[in-house]
């Protein structure tokens, strides 16, 4: 059992990670379109391919989403994720 509570603490944290990335005002607004088309895609009962199809219903979710945030990450400088993960660390601690 505490491997799952250390996932759940991991997504809460990346999460919020994230949420500060989308926030930023270095973050590209082309990233911010991304992201925030990754996470409508991820809560929108509306897909591509309809989840009562076998397999493949869920299968578009698992490509589609990881697909946009990897175009979203190319596109955001590295200095903004570091001091997203820097702000989520010292909320944290602190």
Known sequence: ???WRQLVTRI???SSVWRCVAE???TPRS???LLGLALFYL???VDLI???IPLLGQLDDLV???LLIWLA???IPAWVIDDCRARQHQSVAG
Do not use: F, Q, Y
């Open 24 to 26: 930023h005002p270095g």
């Open 12 to 14: 809460k944290a990346e």
């Open 43 to 45: 809560l929108s009962p």
């Open 31 to 33: 990233a911010r379109w």
């Open 50 to 52: 309809p989840d009562w």
């Open 1 to 3: 059992m505490p491997h």
């Open 64 to 66: 589609i989403v990881p």
């Open 73 to 75: 990450r190319r596109r």
